[in-house]
């Protein structure tokens, strides 16, 4: 039975032993998987692929149109690509990681391998994500999460005292971008720096995250994408000095603090430690994840509440019973009792995603949508649509 074309259902030539007796002895494709159509062709115009970099709300709406799932050429310099327009082909494209159906996007796409790493969670495949997740997420339990609340609110009180101090108001997201930044050097190294070491270490950071939308993808000395490069091996020194330290106190018995006290404490079945390289490349990542998410989330949230009254009422409400009941202090348990704070944040997430799209690409031929996915197809999965639409 062939799924309609709103289904997510994927079928394997690989991975079905009632299709795999039929399979062509010539060409040892599927025939079922052969007789499928592939999807329309995107409904927007080729000089408009660049919104998928700029504007890919737009990009994304344009593309699909009424369809559930569209074919992209390669245009512009951007490789060619299933559109994928359901929340359910969504998950199933992540899904299939686990079963090798599909895996992370190929390595020559855009700047993504080159400016975040080989060995970034987001660049690596399963088996070698699985390992590398289990080493890494202890560092981010509720527990070890906790650890580091006093330092959270340290940076917290700082900055807010400064607003509050400053005459005629900030600006938001420039300030909330310093905070952030501040605050997530603070946590995952486990220490504060001075304000010349944070302001430097920012430029590099912006520079180098600039780098993932700077088309065109040439590393010349005068390109964005090029600078990019060049900031990234800047701040991979730094962290590297970072690593060589925490290893230091580690071998003299000193503890670790910070996140990166988990990750070079991090161990496996054999004695196995993180590398220079898986340290480098996820910390890059967790600055990335902790960062831009953060600050722009911030941002869209008190613009969000600017704009409805009635729900920063509601908010200094709860803060009002929560604080009664657990005093001032961020805990765990205060956290869970800020249901109404939780929902705020989740539908500012839903109108304002901060990551428009992700790719990954078909590891083997298989069916989506009652359309055949070829084994190397990229599959774009538009969030920003998704997470409006679906």
């Known amino acids: 039975v062939i799924a309609t074309p709103a289904a997510a259902h994927l079928h394997s030539s690989n991975n079905s032993a009632d299709f795999h007796e039929q399979q062509d002895a010539s060409s040892g494709k599927c025939p079922f998987l052969a007789a499928l159509p592939t999807p329309p062709p995107a409904q927007n ?3 408009r ?5 700029f504007n890919p709300a737009e990009y994304q709406r344009e593309a699909l149109g009424p369809h559930t799932m569209v074919a992209g050429p390669k245009q512009m ?6 559109v994928l327009g359901s929340a359910d082909m969504v998950k199933a494209a992540f899904s299939g990681e686990a079963d090798g ?13 080159s400016l975040l790493g080989d060995q970034s969670l987001l660049m690596l495949p399963e088996p070698q994500h699985k390992y590398l997740r289990n080493l890494i997420m202890p560092a981010f339990t509720a527990e070890a999460i906790e650890r580091l609340v006093p330092r959270m609110e340290a940076v917290l009180a700082r900055h807010m005292d400064s607003w509050a101090d400053a005459p005629g108001g900030v600006k938001a997201h420039s300030e909330l971008r310093h905070m952030t930044f501040e605050f997530i050097v ?36 005068f390109t964005a994408y090029g600078n990019a490069v060049r900031a990234k091996q800047q701040l991979l020194d730094w962290f590297q000095a970072a690593v060589d330290e925490a290893r230091q106190q580690l071998a003299a018995g000193q503890s670790v603090p910070g996140i990166l006290g988990s990750l070079v404490s991090a ?22 994840a902790g960062h831009d998410t953060s600050s722009t989330t911030l941002t869209n949230v008190m613009a969000n509440l600017h704009n ?12 009002c019973r929560v604080t009664a009941r657990h005093g001032q202090r961020i805990t765990g348990a205060i956290l869970k009792e800020m249901t109404y704070a939780d929902a705020v944040i989740r539908e500012t997430l839903r109108l304002n995603n901060v990551v428009a799209g992700l790719m990954r690409q078909a590891a083997k ?6 359309y055949r996915v070829p084994e190397g197809t990229v599959l774009y999965l538009p969030l920003t649509h998704i997470a409006h639409n679906d």
């Open 45 to 47: 115009a080729w000089w």
């Open 101 to 113: 159906t599909t895996t992370v996007a190929p390595p020559n796409l855009l700047s993504s391998r």
């Open 365 to 370: 031929d298989f069916e989506m949508g009652g």
């Open 77 to 82: 310099l951007m490789p060619p690509q299933y």
């Open 49 to 53: 692929r660049l919104q998928q970099l």
């Open 267 to 288: 161990v496996d079945e054999h004695g196995n430690r993180l590398t220079d390289e898986q340290l480098g490349d996820n910390l890059l990542l967790i600055m990335l």
């Open 186 to 221: 603070a946590v995952v190294l486990g220490r504060d720096y001075p304000e010349p070491v944070i302001s430097r270490l920012s430029g590099l950071y912006t520079t180098w995250a600039a780098g993932l939308l700077a088309w065109p993808f040439i590393d010349l000395p």
């Open 308 to 319: 409805h009254p009635h729900v920063v009422e509601r908010l200094r409400e709860e803060q």
